[in-house]
Each structure stands twice: as C-alpha cells, then as structure tokens.
C-alpha cells in the first residue's frame, strides 16, 4: 500500500510517502513541506497549498491520502489556517477517487512511540528508526506526515475489518427488519 501523508498547515503543509504492508518493513518514498507566505492572502495559500498536493498526487500515486484530523486548540486561529489547508489535500485527494483516511494527532503518536502523549522529538526519533533513515525528516512535519502514513498502513487491515463487521452488521438487521416486515403483512 502506498500512503501520502499530510500534516495540514498553512504556512507549511507536511507531506511524506510511504509504501509498504503492516508487519513488514516500510518504505519512504519522498518527504518534504508545501510552504506558503504568512503574509499572502488566504486564498492564495490555499492555492498554494493545492499546486503541492496535486504535484505529491502526481508524482507519487498513492492508494490512500491520510490527513492529520483536526482537533481543537485554544488559538483559533490556528485552527481555522490547520482546518483549511486539512480540507484542501481532502479535496485534491477525493477529486481524483483516493479515498481519505483521518487520524488523531494522539492515535499517530501511539501507533509510532507506542505513547498517545509523545512529542516532536520521540516521533521523529521512531520515523527515522522505522523507515531506517540517516537523520529524523526536518521539519517536524515533514517528519509527522511520515508518522501519519505510516500510522494509515499499521492500522489499515484493523480499521478494514471493524468496516466490514459493521457492514455485515448492517446487513444483517436490515435483512431482520425485512423479513419482520414480510411477516407482517402475510398476517
């Protein structure tokens, strides 16, 4: 499986490709950052933001985007800018029929260190050791986009077979509901 990470930021986008199956050694395939001027329009980051992820989407192939799902800050701000830039790699990502996969800043940590709570350093230590890299990815989020691809293709086969049990599930009460229905009417 090959996963684009994206850590969603305005000023800089964190983007890493990883290629491998869960239980065996990974690949990085390219890791970098979309920058983009704090003092240019907002609209203009976000095209900015956009021409970077279609390069990684063209240059790469991969079979799934994960994006870093936003959670709540104090500063405002700094959401909106993360939220923004998180829903721009969603739409390039959808507009081409890659399916998005979104992972909490603590479920990345907890799949790399094994610790939900761990901070820059120990994320960047745990990528460079896993993709067996010289030096850790600079800057953080080029190394976070790693961790988030990397978390995608760990707990992928999990996440796929909790869908499908609860597809079947599904499946299986509208069928019950069906054949009560049925029953009702032959009364």
């Known amino acids: 499986m090959r996963v684009l990470g994206v850590d969603p930021g305005l000023t800089r ?4 490709v990883v290629e491998g199956v869960a239980g065996r050694p990974l690949t990085m395939l390219g890791v970098g950052v979309v920058r983009t001027a704090a003092d240019d329009d907002i609209g203009m980051r976000l095209v900015g933001i956009e021409r970077g ?14 994006v870093e799902r936003v959670f709540s800050q104090h500063n405002v701000r700094t959401v909106m800018g993360t939220a923004q830039a ?30 939900g709570r761990a901070d820059k350093a120990q994320v960047g230590a745990m990528v460079t050791r896993l993709l067996r890299l010289s030096a850790p990815p600079k800057p953080a989020d080029a190394a976070d986009a790693l961790a988030l691809a990397i978390c995608h293709i760990w707990r992928a086969p999990a996440q796929n077979r909790l869908q499908q049990a609860a597809a079947q ?12 229905a049925v029953k009702g009417r032959t009364r």
């Open 13 to 16: 986008c964190g983007v890493g």
């Open 53 to 66: 992820i279609e390069e990684w989407l063209d240059r790469f192939s991969p079979e799934l985007v994960a």
């Open 86 to 115: 998180s829903a721009v790699a969603m739409l390039c990502a959808s507009r081409r029929g890659i399916p998005v996969a979104l992972h909490t800043p603590s479920e990345v940590k907890a799949a790399v260190t094994g610790s």
């Open 169 to 180: 599930n599904r499946l299986q009460q509208a069928a019950a509901r069906h054949a009560s």
